[in-house]
């Protein structure tokens, strides 16, 4: 089946070319066979940009999607669901399925010390200091209050983390007001 496939691509490509058509295919580093996921780009500056493959791929452009350069599986994979989000006052933080970046995504590696998910599906942190992070899990969700060193479990939070959203404005007494979704309610 594999000889049969390559063989048609072949054709295909020979035909386009024996025609005389002008027009040329750039590959932009994309791929894989799959469908493209969580798009990303930077609101520090929005060339760079990162999506995830469903085939386990995760790109970054840093030319507002012109290029794109594959992350080293060994840091990293893509995700069908979880997108990267951006440190509110530093453009170089960037964190990622309970990984961080420090250098705009290049390098990635563990959040904190002994974080206590596996598989990190949603990621929201607040948008004034950064400090306050919420990772979302099958199982959960998790609570950082100093940008990530150190978690805990929320106890009154049950099934699999859908979406999370940490308001931009402290209620009185220095409290955010964190909204969680999960399969459960």
Request: overall charge negative; charged content about 20%; hydrophobic content about 40%.
């Amino acid at each position: 089946m594999r000889a049969l496939v390559t063989g048609t691509v072949a054709v295909v490509l020979c035909a386009t070319a024996s025609n005389g058509n002008e027009e040329r295919w750039t590959p932009l580093g994309l791929g894989g066979g799959g469908a493209m996921y969580a798009p990303a780009s930077s609101p520090h500056d929005p060339k760079l940009m990162f999506v995830s493959c469903d085939m386990g791929g995760f790109y970054r452009s840093t030319d507002g999607g012109a290029s794109w350069r594959m992350i080293d599986f060994r840091q990293t994979r893509g995700s069908t669901a979880c997108k990267p989000v951006f440190h509110p006052k530093d453009p170089k933080v960037i964190y990622f399925q309970g990984l961080v970046s420090q250098d705009q995504g290049l390098t990635w590696k563990p959040l904190g010390n002994n974080a206590p998910f596996k598989e990190v599906v949603e990621m929201a942190l607040d948008p004034e200091e950064g400090r306050l992070m919420l990772a979302g899990a099958p199982d959960g969700v998790f609570l950082s209050r100093d940008a990530g060193e150190n978690w805990e479990k929320g106890p009154a939070v049950a099934g699999s983390v859908v979406g999370l959203y940490v308001c931009p404005v402290k209620e009185p007494g220095g409290l955010f007001c964190l909204f969680v979704a999960t399969s459960s309610g």
